[in-house]
């Protein structure tokens, strides 16, 4: 499968949208709390499918 989607041409669109986004402050404020967090202590977080599996067991 792997294989197949290596032969699938992929375009990088979103930069050929050339789109700016706007963000507020806070929001701002928040990626670079966030930022130093992670400089600080270098945890990069844990994989999507732990985090999933963590999910469904609360369902």
Same mark, same amino acid.
């Given at each position: 499968? $792997?294989?197949?989607?290596?032969? $699938?041409? $992929? %375009? !990088?669109? @979103?930069?050929? !949208? #050339?789109? /700016?986004?706007? &963000? %507020?402050? =806070? #929001? +701002?404020?928040?990626?670079? +709390?966030?930022? !130093?967090?992670? /400089?600080? !202590?270098? @945890?990069? =977080? ?5 985090? &999933?599996?963590? @999910? +469904?067991?609360?369902?």
């Amino acid at each position: 499968m $792997i294989a197949n989607l290596r032969s $699938i041409p $992929i %375009t !990088d669109s @979103i930069a050929d !949208d #050339q789109v /700016t986004w706007s &963000i %507020t402050d =806070g #929001q +701002r404020d928040e990626l670079n +709390r966030r930022l !130093d967090a992670y /400089t600080a !202590d270098k @945890i990069k =977080g844990r994989e999507a499918a732990e985090v &999933i599996a963590d @999910i +469904r067991k609360r369902l």
